[in-house]
């Protein structure tokens, strides 16, 4: 108690307060650090409900896209059996006997004979009978 012992009265008074002060100081501040903290969950708690949320944007969107995929596939495959009945329908037409330049060919001969035979027929009708 040498230390006490030479200080005044109102000198012992002064430390007793500054070290209650510091005390009620350094307990606010502890304190107030957990509402900053209380404050930063918050914060976290908020942007990780924003991340759930653009996630399930992401998949939402994803399952939409996805979605669109199996439809153009389904309607890819539709388009590919209608050529296929109409490749089908044009062998039947042809008779399966080539390509349009070859049928084209092949009717232009046969209406150049036929022409030749209404020809020849006509020029027998010319012909005087006996």
């Known amino acids: ?21 510091a005390i009620f100081g350094g307990v606010y501040y502890l304190l107030s650090g957990v509402r900053d903290n209380g404050g930063g969950a918050e914060r976290i708690r908020y ?29 890819a495959r539709a388009i590919g059996e209608r050529a296929d009945a109409i490749s089908a329908v044009l062998d039947r037409i042809t ?13 232009a001969r046969i209406i150049e004979e036929s022409r030749g035979i209404i020809e020849r027929i006509r020029a027998r009708g010319a012909e005087p009978r006996p």
Do not use: H, P
């Not at 990780?48 to 653009?54: E, F, L, T």
């Not at 896209?65 to 389904?74: A, F, H, V």
């Not at 008779?95 to 009717?107: A, K, M």
């Open 1 to 21: 108690m040498m230390m006490w012992g030479g200080l005044n009265k109102y000198a012992k008074i002064a430390i007793i307060i500054t070290a209650v002060l």
């Open 95 to 107: 008779g399966g006997s080539g390509t349009i330049d070859e049928i084209l060919q092949r009717d």
């Open 47 to 75: 942007e990780i409900d924003n991340a759930s949320r653009g996630q399930q944007d992401i998949t939402d969107a994803a399952n939409n896209i996805k979605s669109g995929l199996d439809d153009s596939q389904d309607r």
